[in-house]
């Protein structure tokens, strides 16, 4: 398989019948969104990837503590 078609495949979004949730975040009030336009739904992902940054940072200090004090 040539490697563009493998990208292709890789990437390409498959239809599951469920909305991405950039599509709700955009959407009109009257298309079933939540209509908060594209710079208020990219404020909204990146609200969620940064939460998820900070919740992974704080696990992996915390693990990295414990294991520091078990084996002292």
Known sequence: MPNGWRCTAKT??????????????????EKGGLDF????????????????VVAATVHKNRRDSQAALEAA
Do not use: N
């Open 37 to 52: 336009g594209t710079i208020g739904s990219s404020a909204v992902l990146a609200g969620i990837l940064l939460a998820l």
């Open 12 to 29: 390409e979004r498959r239809t599951t019948g469920l909305p991405a949730l950039g599509d709700v975040l955009t959407k009109s009030h």
